[in-house]
């Protein structure tokens, strides 16, 4: 079945820091993969996507690229902010199957200081 | 557009009370899912449906159930609740691409 590992946190970076969330998946077929973001008391909103390999999604200055041969979709930020500070959840839906059910990691906890 | 609405945001039971949680979508999408979140345990899937008439058990789908007799209305209902069910309850709607749509979430305490 498909599976989603994430770096386990919680992270905790100085404002300005570089910051990595490392994402592996597991799928069969060619899944999509997303990055989610939940700011505390919020439910969960879409950070950014990647449809296919080597696809790199970005926003918010955030960007993962969609690696196929080492089945990653690592989160990267060059400079953090205090406002950063969130849960990330990576995240794939395989396209083969039902598009609606999508499988999560466990989410990392990232708390950036002033 | 409200996206995805869900109510009550709070709420407290007493062990063995029922109660349904609300989960409206105004973006006409097929599928849609409910999910808890515990401290430490990230999203589980409770139950899901791809469409009108059509639900399907998630992986932790006891003690809940769930209908779908429109597009845009998709209700958790808990039959007997208990402490375990404490939870953050999320409902989500998924477009054709996968990406999901959450609501706010209802924070349920179970005494």
């Known amino acids: 079945g498909n599976s989603v590992t994430q770096m386990e946190g919680p992270v905790t970076l100085s404002e300005e820091a570089f910051l990595t969330i490392n994402c592996t998946y597991t799928?069969?077929?060619?899944?999509?993969l997303f990055w989610y973001v939940q700011y505390p008391g919020e439910g969960l909103q879409l950070l950014l996507k990647a449809t296919k390999a080597d696809d790199k999604g970005s926003n918010k200055g955030f960007e993962a690229t969609y690696r196929k041969e080492t089945t990653s979709f690592h989160l990267e930020k060059g400079s953090v902010q205090v406002s950063d500070s969130a849960v990330y959840f990576c995240?794939?839906?395989?396209?083969?199957?039902?598009?609606?059910?999508?499988?999560f990691g466990d989410g990392t906890t990232l708390t950036v200081k002033p | 557009n409200a996206g995805v609405t869900q109510t009550p945001k709070f709420q407290v039971l007493k062990t063995g009370q029922s109660m349904t949680l609300q989960c409206a979508q105004d973006?006409?999408?097929?599928?849609m899912s409910w999910y808890r979140q515990d401290p430490g345990m990230g999203l589980r899937l409770i139950h899901y449906s791809v469409g009108a008439g059509i639900t399907d058990q998630g992986e932790v789908p006891n003690g809940y159930n769930v209908s779908r007799s429109t597009t845009e209305d998709f209700p958790l209902r808990l039959l007997s609740a208990a402490p375990s069910q404490t939870s953050v309850y999320f409902c989500?709607?998924?477009?054709?691409?996968?990406?999901?749509?959450f609501g706010p979430g209802t924070r349920l305490t179970v005494l």
């Open positions: 995240a794939l839906s395989d396209r083969t199957a039902r598009a609606g059910k999508s499988t």
């Open positions: 989500a709607s998924s477009s054709v691409t996968g990406e999901q749509f």
């Open positions: 799928a069969t077929g060619y899944p999509s």
């Open positions: 973006m006409n999408h097929e599928y």
